[in-house]
T-cell receptor
Framework: AQKVTQAQTEISVVEKEDVTLDCVYE???????LFWYKQPPSGELVFLIR??????QNEISGRYSWNFQKSTSSFNFTITASQVVDSAVYFC?????????????FGDGTTLTVKP | NAGVMQNPRHLVRRRGQEARLRCSPM?????VYWYRQLPEEGLKFMVY????????ESGMPKERFSAEFPKEGPSILRIQQVVRGDSAAYFC???????????????FGPGTRLTVL
């Protein structure tokens, strides 16, 4: 069975601080995909990144970076120099390549509040 | 390119009524997924459909819920005889055709917020 754990329920930082959101996953498949989504107060889900299990290269996109470590089954997300507009709920998700193809399992989300 | 469209955005029903939620996938996408988000929780998978076929409905409640994705027209999630516990945000996602639904990113619609009075 696949499982995603986001241990941090809520995080509050002051603008310009760096913040890391943790994501730990469980899967029996060797082929799987990991995602991060942002859900701002307006409620829609915004896709941020997709990573497959064969690509452990870390990725940077502007102020966002992702650290994928298969050895610890983690896919952490860091926001550098946070801004008020980063305030949202962030979801980590896992999709298996074969066993449960098509089904994404989401963590419960981390609510990030960035204060001015 | 229009994204995934869902309507209505907000739906209010009284207990016992039927709710119909519609989802139009992105152009060129043939895989549709429905998820439910209860208040203060993450998204929970409900069903995965391709045109005219239900591929995986392991997350669908056994009673009152059904989904379809006809050859023409949007995908429909239907909830019969709604109860207060059905109040939630229902998200639809779509992905392009491929060998496996999970090999492609799922793009989400804005959701339908169902309130059962």
């Amino acid at each position: 069975a696949q499982k995603v754990t986001q241990a941090q329920t809520e995080i509050s930082v002051v603008e310009k601080e760096d913040v890391t959101l943790d994501c730990v996953y469980e899967t029996r498949d060797t082929t799987y995909y990991l995602f991060w989504y942002k859900q701002p107060p307006s409620g829609e889900l915004v896709f941020l990144i997709r990573r497959n299990s064969f690509d452990e290269q870390n990725e940077i996109s502007g102020r966002y970076s992702w650290n994928f470590q298969k050895s610890t089954s983690s896919f952490n997300f860091t926001i550098t120099a946070s801004q008020v507009v980063d305030s949202a709920v962030y979801f980590c998700a896992l999709s298996e390549g074969y066993t449960n193809a098509g089904k994404s399992t989401f963590g419960d989300g981390t609510t990030l509040t960035v204060k001015p | 390119n229009a994204g995934v469209m869902q309507n209505p955005r907000h739906l209010v029903r009284r207990r016992g009524q039927e709710a119909r939620l519609r989802c139009s996938p992105m152009k060129g996408h043939s895989h549709v997924y429905w998820y439910r988000q209860l208040p203060e929780e993450g998204l929970k998978f409900m069903v995965y459909l391709q045109k005219e076929n239900i591929i995986d409905e392991s997350g669908m409640p056994k009673e009152r819920f059904s989904a379809e994705f006809p050859k023409e027209g949007p995908s429909i999630l239907r909830i019969q005889q709604v109860v207060r516990g059905d109040s939630a945000a229902y998200f639809c996602a779509s992905s392009p055709p491929g060998t496996s639904g999970s090999t492609d990113t799922q793009y989400f619609g804005p959701g339908t917020r169902l309130t059962v009075l």
